[in-house]
């Protein structure tokens, strides 16, 4: 399946929570957007995240405090979600992921760090 990738503003977030619902946030990627969508789909499907051969079929990238983040809405995927917040939680000090909600909210990490 073809990845899209737009460019959106830090300010178009909350429209993506209406028109989405939830998304992950990949914060401060350096990864060619193409690349980091094809890197996360064969991750998650490897891993029993992504389920029913569906992939994330959007990216979406926005700057915010002079970082480079990635945006994958939940558009047309279906989730392990339990595998999925466990990956989320372990692997947060290297992807520094965030659900697009809490990015939102500014919510403080487990860790006590403020994003």
């Known amino acids: 399946m073809a990845i899209t990738v737009s460019n959106i503003t830090v300010d178009a977030l909350p429209g993506m929570v209406r028109q989405y619902g939830e998304g992950l946030i990949i914060q401060d990627c350096d990864m060619n957007p193409h690349e ?13 995240i ?13 700057q915010n405090d002079g970082r480079t983040n990635l945006l994958f809405p939940f558009f047309k995927v279906k989730l ?4 999925l917040v466990i990956w989320q939680f372990f692997t947060y000090q ?4 965030v659900f697009l909600t809490d ?3 500014g919510k403080r990490s487990i860790l006590g760090e403020k994003w």
């Open 36 to 48: 980091a969508a094809n890197v996360v789909n064969q991750t998650f499907a490897h891993g029993g």
């Open 50 to 62: 992504l389920l029913e051969r569906s992939e994330f079929q959007k990216v979406m990238v926005f």
């Open 80 to 83: 392990e979600m339990g595998k």
């Open 94 to 97: 290297t992807c520094h992921s």
């Open 103 to 105: 990015y939102i909210r």
